[in-house]
């Protein structure tokens, strides 16, 4: 944790804490909702742009070093009969992310596809699939056509 000139604190997460949550946590998340090893780790580095700070909030409201959306929150917590996650807790977000990207990983059974879905959310996704299935080709956000190779060349 820094505290910067004008008092506000940044909250990075410890390197202990993340040499924790990459060698038995999210190994351990991985394994139990049947996801591609590194996924989170690779998720994670890139919604924090690899500055592993927990405090940040995106113009979506999402939040933490997995970037959950207060929709995405809802979505797991349903999911999950009613657990309730913090985002910036990373061991609680570290679950509802993997909650999330197996809920897209049964949607879509493909790895790319729930990537995608995890960034740009489920209905983009799902229109995007419709699209492809109608015209032969789909269209994604930018930023989620960059997203897909992030993550995915970053696993294991």
């Given at each position: 944790?820094t505290?910067?000139?004008n008092g506000?604190?940044?909250?990075?997460?410890?390197p202990s804490?993340?040499?924790?949550?990459?060698?038995a946590i999210?190994p351990?998340?991985?394994?139990?909702?049947?996801?591609?090893?590194g996924?989170?780790n690779a998720?994670a580095?890139?919604?924090?742009?690899?500055t592993w700070?927990?405090d940040?909030?995106?113009?979506?409201?999402?939040?933490g070093?997995?970037q959950?959306t207060?929709?995405a929150?809802?979505?797991?917590?349903q999911d999950?009969g009613g657990?309730?996650?913090d985002p910036?807790?990373p061991?609680?977000?570290?679950v509802?992310a993997?909650?999330?990207?197996?809920r897209y990983?049964?949607?879509f059974?493909?790895?790319?596809l729930?990537?995608?879905?995890?960034?740009a959310?489920e209905?983009?996704?799902?229109?995007?699939v419709q699209?492809v299935?109608?015209r032969g080709?789909g269209?994604l956000?930018?930023?989620?056509?960059?997203?897909?190779p992030?993550?995915l060349n970053?696993?294991g």
């Amino acid at each position: 944790m820094t505290t910067l000139s004008n008092g506000l604190l940044l909250m990075t997460i410890a390197p202990s804490t993340l040499e924790r949550l990459r060698s038995a946590i999210w190994p351990t998340i991985e394994q139990r909702y049947e996801l591609p090893r590194g996924i989170l780790n690779a998720i994670a580095e890139w919604e924090t742009r690899g500055t592993w700070r927990n405090d940040q909030i995106g113009p979506t409201g999402a939040r933490g070093i997995f970037q959950l959306t207060p929709i995405a929150l809802e979505q797991v917590r349903q999911d999950s009969g009613g657990m309730r996650f913090d985002p910036v807790n990373p061991v609680s977000a570290s679950v509802a992310a993997g909650i999330l990207l197996k809920r897209y990983l049964t949607l879509f059974n493909d790895v790319a596809l729930a990537v995608a879905a995890y960034n740009a959310g489920e209905g983009t996704i799902r229109r995007y699939v419709q699209q492809v299935k109608q015209r032969g080709k789909g269209t994604l956000p930018r930023e989620t056509v960059q997203y897909i190779p992030a993550v995915l060349n970053n696993l294991g």
